[in-house]
């Protein structure tokens, strides 16, 4: 009995060896015609890990009297469950003599053993010529003229208006660099906000707010503080915004009325206390401070004062012979003629094909 196991084991390991390596083949097309094409597919399923060697054919090697091989592509593998992976080969064939062929199975080596594919058929066919009535042969057609479609040439009708505006630009900037004359020289009036009117608009838009009353006691304070330091900028010529504000109330001591600067030392204080103290003040406190502020802008604003201002270009000869201006310019020039160039040559090149 123990022999009897023993044989059936050495038996049944070899078949299942071969049972893990699958060798499948199929053809596209078994009927082609002469001249044409047919692909044969050679997928084999093994193990990972094992050596593969898949037939190979010389370009126009017979695979059997009568059909070539053309090419082989490259093996195309995909996974596979059970650690087992397929890999595929694709075999171009073509005939040029009308029979059916057999085409004998290809051999391939999975592991250094030797597996064989199916056998295959492919039949090649002639293309029919009737030789008994060859005045339905027709000679060859002669050239014929395409009509004319506006799709085609509109895009080199478009480019070629563009080419030309392009082309008028480059004469203009030309002459103007040659006549140093500038490119845009307008004169504005422009209309101009006094200092004490920019505050008050401010204070105007904080009363409209409800800021005084506002429990964001601190985003009131910052926005009053920058109004007065924005108007001290404009009004009395020094950087107030980047000014303490022990620095701004010495600055002012040239004022003659002490108690306006006492009152706007108050309010600086109490801005200070509140945006980094977290001081909480009254709503009439908060009103006072508005008041003191409008106090202090109206006691110090100037009237008279032109509202509008004439803005002329400054461009002098000497600035605009500068040579910055110029090496831009002509770098402008440059650009744009090779675009034109370009645009040049492929409008005529797109209407030679078309006319041809």
């Known amino acids: 009995m123990k022999r009897l196991i023993l044989y059936i084991a050495l038996i049944c390991c070899p078949l299942c060896s071969m049972a893990q390596v699958q060798v499948e083949s199929k053809i596209d097309s078994i009927q082609i015609l002469i001249g044409e094409q047919a692909h044969v597919t050679l997928s084999v399923s093994f193990k990972k890990g094992q050596p593969l060697e898949f037939p190979v054919f010389k370009p126009s090697q017979y695979i059997t009297p009568g059909v070539e091989v053309l090419e082989s592509s490259e093996a195309?593998?995909?996974?596979?469950?059970?650690?087992?992976?397929?890999?595929?080969?694709?075999?171009?064939?073509?005939?040029?003599?009308?029979?059916?062929?057999?085409?004998?199975?290809m051999q391939l080596k999975v592991g250094g053993k030797a597996y064989q594919s199916k056998?295959?058929?492919?039949?090649?066919?002639?293309?029919?010529?009737?030789?008994?009535?060859?005045?339905?042969?027709?000679?060859?057609?002669?050239?014929?003229?395409?009509?004319?479609?506006?799709?085609?040439w509109?895009?080199?009708?478009?480019?070629?208006?563009?080419?030309?505006?392009?082309?008028?630009?480059?004469?203009?900037?030309?002459?103007?660099?040659?006549?140093?004359?500038?490119?845009?020289?307008?004169?504005?009036?422009?209309?101009?906000?006094?200092?004490?009117?920019?505050?008050?608009?401010?204070?105007?838009?904080?009363?409209?707010?409800?800021?005084?009353?506002s429990e964001d006691q601190k985003a009131y304070y910052?926005?009053?503080?920058?109004?007065?330091?924005?108007?001290?900028?404009?009004?009395f010529g020094f950087n107030a915004m980047e000014m303490t504000s022990t620095e701004i109330i010495a600055r002012l001591q040239e004022v003659?009325?002490?108690?306006?600067?006492?009152?706007?030392?108050?309010?600086?204080?109490?801005?200070d206390l509140v945006k980094f103290a977290k001081y909480s003040t009254l709503i009439n406190e908060n009103d006072m401070n508005l008041v003191n502020a409008v106090q202090f802008i109206n006691e110090t604003k100037q009237e008279n004062q032109p509202t509008t201002e004439r803005v002329e270009p400054k461009l002098t000869e000497q600035e605009m012979r500068t040579k910055r201006s110029r090496v831009v310019l002509k770098w402008a020039i440059a650009a744009l003629a090779v675009v034109c160039a370009v645009m040049f040559v492929y409008v005529l090149y797109k209407a030679f094909l078309l006319i041809g």
């Not at 478009?158 to 004169?187: D, E, F, M, Q, T």
């Not at 600067?261 to 801005?271: G, M, P, S, V, Y």
């Open 76 to 105: 195309d593998t995909s996974e596979l469950d059970n650690d087992m992976i397929r890999v595929s080969k694709v075999y171009t064939l073509t005939s040029f003599d009308e029979n059916l062929y057999y085409l004998p199975a």
């Open 154 to 213: 509109s895009p080199l009708f478009w480019l070629s208006v563009l080419l030309v505006a392009l082309v008028c630009l480059i004469v203009y900037l030309r002459s103007r660099l040659k006549n140093n004359k500038p490119i845009i020289a307008k004169v504005r009036i422009v209309k101009r906000v006094l200092p004490h009117q920019k505050a008050m608009q401010e204070i105007e838009r904080l009363k409209a707010e409800h800021m005084p009353t």
């Open 256 to 271: 003659d009325d002490k108690k306006m600067i006492d009152e706007l030392r108050e309010l600086f204080t109490t801005a």
């Open 119 to 152: 056998s295959l058929a492919l039949k090649v066919l002639t293309v029919p010529v009737d030789t008994l009535h060859p005045e339905q042969f027709y000679p060859p057609k002669d050239v014929q003229v395409n009509p004319f479609m506006w799709s085609e």
């Open 222 to 235: 910052t926005r009053l503080t920058d109004t007065l330091r924005k108007y001290m900028e404009e009004r």
